[in-house]
């Protein structure tokens, strides 16, 4: 379960967060839904440890992960994280930017989770391609991929299908909502769009000017 | 009839009047920053057709030649990579430091990057001349000390420039990292692969500035090649057979100005990079922090010597005043060579800074003509500097007290032109193309929109290129007309011949001179980044 409890982040005199409070339970599938700039990529990456928060405190397993006097790391937080861009790093190949994701595990283990992995997504072909050498869905799916890796306990989306067509969206979307079940993780997908909120999650949760509003 | 109306179409653009004066003045800037290797090459072109030139003498290599080229080679390879070292392990530890403090340290960095070599020189070498009474066998002389007073004169240009060049990578590649790996693991694997291609170029960068520099290793009594061309342009007085001697080092230079022409590109089109920072502080192993905390320390003492070093050589205020008072006629030279340097090089580095925005092959030239000047040695650049204005032509100019502003105008217009570039691209297009819709006429386009527009650029240029000019001695020692010198020259003459408190009075004017250029700079490039005409409205904060 991950518990965030009176969380608040101000950048200079902009309040992203307000003493936000939430529980998400283990295996659920949360949207949450706000407008730009309503704080709610903040949000996401306050859970991920990317970001402080100046006041409250975030508990994931029960654990503290965040607080004035604690912090622990984004890699030890068993989370994956899929961007609103695919953030594929240039210099690795497809199955690079994945088993980075994987280096913890001896070299056997990670190119057993490695091919099923592509073959689900549909990359197979695409292994040893760099990004610039494949399209923008098929970067989404790499990137997807790259999430799952790890088999974490907690996916987090950022607006993850931003800038790509329709049918390219339902696609992914159907993707991502059978690898979330699959992977039996607890997933908080953040989205400015309804449809997609109600597409992939179970719950919907409304988020505006840094404050839960339904 | 399509195609000859089109053509005339281009034809009377091409004519325009905005067309003609921005093809003069680009014109001017490309003659000026190249004029030097024109004034060189025809020379040489000359001596070898009346058959006056050894031709050999760039290949016969002489041991002790070879000795010199190796030895400086090696200098500015040490220099560069141990200022891309020490920056690499200083910047990774500001990523944990708040983002004012990161901006406050950076520009610091800035205002003492400009503060002239051989200021570092005279603190250092104090500094060892009195730790000779405990430690009788220190050295004070020699390849070694060289290189120490050389690399901490680099030190905070190398941390800025490390610091530029791991903005320059997306930081959201590396935050991905750190969500799957260890933070030294996202700092090695992510971080710094994505980064060679602009540490690259910062470390082409010093290597250039430091090959070029030869004040450092003579005052230290260690002779490197670029010194030694101005060694054998005054023996033989032949400046084709000193051009001919400089061979070797300008083909070296020339290969690292081509091999890091891309990575000096990206460190210039590098966004917004003030506004870079990471949200968490990243945990790196204790060797590493250990490895931090020691470059944090090398630019403690490097700020410590130079400023203590000063004030204590200088003494007291009537040494100060004193040293200031018999140098009136040099400062007031020196600050009237800074006034027209900027005067001249900004107008025509503007232009070049629309050039080095052009796509395509005509993008590729104008930077390889850009930062061509930056791999002749300054002295080898006097030399030719002499070669073009004492030609039959502009021979009035030769021998005369504006030699010194060109001078500096061909070797630092180029890098206005770059920094102009820079704020080029924080301005949006779009209020350009507002301007032709809105505006009346040209004249009412550049007074109103384009020049408050680059207004801040122009502060930033022109701070740059006054702490230059007052710096530069190289190519200014071997134009500056009988009887008249500058600040840098005087000093220079100072260190060689003594006179430690005179000159350590001299060399704190020059250093409150850089700090207050560089203080204008800051506050300037403060208003440039919270400027008007943004593309970025959120300094990098995640919604």
Redesign the interface.
């Known amino acids: 379960m991950i518990v965030l409890e009176e969380v608040s982040k101000t950048?200079?005199n902009?309040t992203?967060v307000d003493h936000v409070s939430l529980e998400i339970p283990d295996h659920a599938c949360l949207a949450l839904l706000g407008p730009?700039?309503?704080?709610?990529?903040?949000l996401l990456?306050l859970i991920?440890?990317?970001?402080?928060p100046d006041e409250g405190s975030i508990t994931m397993s029960g654990r503290v992960v965040s607080s004035p006097d604690v912090?622990v790391?984004?890699?030890e937080r068993r989370?994956?994280?899929v961007?609103q861009?695919a953030?594929l790093?240039?210099?690795k190949t497809v199955a690079g930017n994945i088993l980075?994701?994987l280096?913890a595990l001896p070299e056997s283990e990670q190119h057993q989770r490695l091919v099923p992995l592509l073959d689900r997504m549909g990359i197979t072909s695409l292994r040893d391609r760099y990004p610039d050498q494949i399209s923008g869905g098929e970067a989404r799916r790499v990137a997807l991929a790259?999430a799952l890796a790890?088999r974490p306990e907690t996916l987090l989306f950022d607006e993850p299908l931003t800038n790509l067509d329709r049918p390219l969206r339902e696609d992914l979307l159907c993707l991502i909502a059978e690898a979330v079940r699959a992977n039996g993780s607890t997933m908080l997908y953040v989205t400015h769009d309804e449809y997609e909120a109600t597409a992939v999650a179970d719950t919907t949760i409304r988020f505006d000017k840094g404050r839960i509003i339904g | 009839m399509a195609i000859p109306r089109s053509f005339f179409h281009m034809f009377r653009r091409t004519l325009s009047l905005e067309h003609c004066l921005y093809a003069l003045v680009l014109g001017v800037f490309f003659l000026l920053i190249t004029s030097p290797l024109i004034g060189l090459g025809v020379d040489l072109l000359y001596a070898a057709l009346k058959g006056s030139l050894d031709l050999s003498t760039p290949l016969l290599l002489s041991s002790r030649r070879l000795e010199l080229l190796a030895a400086s080679i090696g200098l500015a390879t040490a220099v560069a990579l141990a200022g891309i070292v020490t920056g690499v392990l200083f910047v990774s530890l500001l990523w944990r430091v708040s983002r004012e403090i990161l901006v406050f340290i950076l520009l610091a960095l800035l205002a003492l990057a400009a503060i002239p070599p051989y200021i570092h020189a005279l603190t250092w070498s104090s500094l060892f001349g009195s730790l000779t009474d405990f430690l009788p066998g220190l050295p004070t002389t020699g390849w070694g000390i060289s290189f120490w007073v050389e690399f901490m004169a680099l030190l905070p240009l190398a941390i800025l420039l490390t610091w530029i060049a791991f903005a320059s990578v997306d930081h959201h590649l590396v935050e991905v990292g750190r969500v799957f790996g260890s933070d030294m693991d996202a700092f090695l694997h992510i971080l710094l692969p994505l980064s060679a291609p602009a540490l690259g170029a910062a470390f082409g960068l010093l290597f250039l500035i430091c090959c070029s520099d030869y004040s450092i290793p003579s005052l230290f009594g260690a002779d490197v090649y670029a010194l030694d061309i101005f060694a054998q342009f005054s023996a033989s007085g032949s400046s084709a057979v000193a051009s001919l001697y400089a061979l070797p080092l300008v083909l070296v230079t020339v290969l690292v100005v081509i091999a890091s022409r891309s990575g000096i590109r990206t460190l210039a089109q590098t966004p917004d990079w003030l506004s870079v920072r990471f949200g968490t502080a990243p945990r790196f192993p204790r060797f590493f922090v250990g490895l931090q905390v020691i470059a944090c320390i090398l630019i403690l003492v490097q700020i410590l010597v130079l400023f203590s070093g000063l004030v204590f050589t200088t003494g007291n205020l009537t040494t100060f005043i004193h040293s200031v008072s018999v140098a009136q006629g040099e400062l007031t030279y020196s600050v009237l060579i800074a006034a027209g340097v900027i005067l001249i090089s900004l107008p025509l580095a503007l232009a070049a800074a629309y050039e080095l925005k052009q796509p395509g092959l005509r993008g590729a030239v104008a930077w390889t003509l850009v930062l061509l000047p930056l791999a002749i040695p300054a002295s080898l650049t006097g030399i030719g500097m002499i070669l073009f204005w004492n030609a039959p032509g502009p021979s009035m100019i030769y021998p005369g007290l504006l030699m010194p502003v060109l001078v500096s105008v061909a070797r630092f217009a180029p890098i206005a032109a770059i920094l102009l570039f820079v704020q080029l691209r924080f301005i949006e297009p779009l209020l350009f193309d507002a301007a032709a819709v809105f505006s009346p006429g040209l004249f009412e386009t550049w007074v109103q929109i384009r020049l408050p527009l680059h207004a801040p650029g122009f502060f930033v240029a022109a701070g740059i290129l006054a702490v230059l000019t007052l710096g530069e001695l190289g190519a200014t020692l071997v134009v500056a007309p009988p009887g008249h010198g500058t600040l840098t020259m005087r000093i220079y003459n100072y260190l060689h011949y003594g006179a430690a408190g005179e000159v350590a009075g001299l060399c704190l004017m020059i250093t409150i001179l850089t700090l207050i250029a560089g203080a204008c700079t800051i506050a300037v490039l403060y208003l440039l980044y919270r400027g008007p005409g943004r593309t970025v409205e959120t300094g990098g904060k995640p919604e």
Do not use: V
Request: charge should be positive; aromatic fraction near 18%; avoid cysteine.
């Open positions: 950048f200079q902009h992203a730009s700039g309503s704080g709610k990529t903040t990456r991920a440890g990317l970001e402080m912090f790391p984004p890699s989370i994956g994280f961007f861009s953030a790093w240039p210099h980075f994701a280096d790259r790890p």
